[in-house]
């Protein structure tokens, strides 16, 4: 099967930094995907990364080493309006077209 | 785009009926993708489509499940007869094989079984 682990929940206070890990074990990797998703709502795209190195889109950062199977997302200056879920998702290459979705880190702000 | 359209946002149903959940993709998007997501099991893949084809209905739970693609813009999920641990969110989403953003998801279906 596919491996794809990220810890269950955090907690986090306002203005402060947290990084959320994903590590990943799939046959085949094409790119990794990371969604946020509030309560109640639809997941939505926040980054991707296909190559190893860092993707930054103003208060969040995505990261990618392909030989570790790792990816991290890290969220600056948090606020409270980040308490979401945080969902890892693994584009395998294959021409299957689907996306392997970890169990998503549930994120806590307080204030 | 409107995006990703599901219908009905919420449904409450007793036990034993039928129960059809309905999605329109994005216009483009020859992927289509129904999922289920519930606190214990997170987003469980059902069944998925390319080019209104089948192509992997392995998540489908049991036969009480089916799905369709009769056309690029509409899809449905059946449930026949429903059963209480069947409430859950169901999701829709589609992409294309080359859509950077990954999935676009709808707003979601919350089935209530009674």
């Known amino acids: 099967g596919q491996n794809i682990d990220q810890p269950t929940e955090m907690t986090a206070t306002e203005g402060a930094i947290v990084q959320i890990n994903c590590t990943y074990q799939?046959?085949?990797?094409?790119?990794l995907f990371w969604y946020q998703q509030h309560a109640g709502e639809a997941p939505t795209f926040l980054s991707y990364?296909?190559?190893?190195g860092l993707e930054e889109k103003g208060r969040f950062s995505s990261f990618l080493s392909r030989s570790k199977g790792y990816s991290y997302l890290l969220l600056k200056e948090l606020q409270m309006k980040d308490s979401a879920s945080y969902l890892c998702?693994?584009?395998?290459?294959?021409?299957?077209?689907?996306?392997?979705f970890g169990r998503g880190t549930q994120l806590t702000v307080w204030p | 785009d409107a995006g990703v359209i599901q219908s009905p946002r919420h449904e409450v149903t007793e036990m034993g009926q039928e129960v059809t959940l309905r999605c329109k993709p994005i216009?483009?998007?020859?992927?289509l993708f129904w999922y289920r997501q519930t606190m214990m099991r997170g987003l469980e893949l059902l069944i998925y489509f390319n080019n209104n084809v089948p192509i992997d209905d392995s998540g489908m739970p049991e036969d009480r499940f089916s799905a369709k693609m009769p056309n690029a813009s509409f899809s449905t999920l059946k449930i026949q007869p429903s059963e209480p641990r069947d409430s859950a969110v169901y999701f829709c989403?589609?992409?294309?094989?080359?859509?950077?953003?990954?999935?676009?998801f709808g707003s979601g279906t919350r089935l209530t079984v009674v």
């Open positions: 799939t046959s085949g990797f094409n790119g």
């Open positions: 998702a693994v584009d395998r290459g294959s021409t299957l077209g689907r996306l392997y």
């Open positions: 989403a589609s992409n294309s094989r080359d859509e950077p953003t990954g999935y676009t």
């Open positions: 216009s483009g998007h020859d992927y």
């Open positions: 990364n296909v190559l190893d």
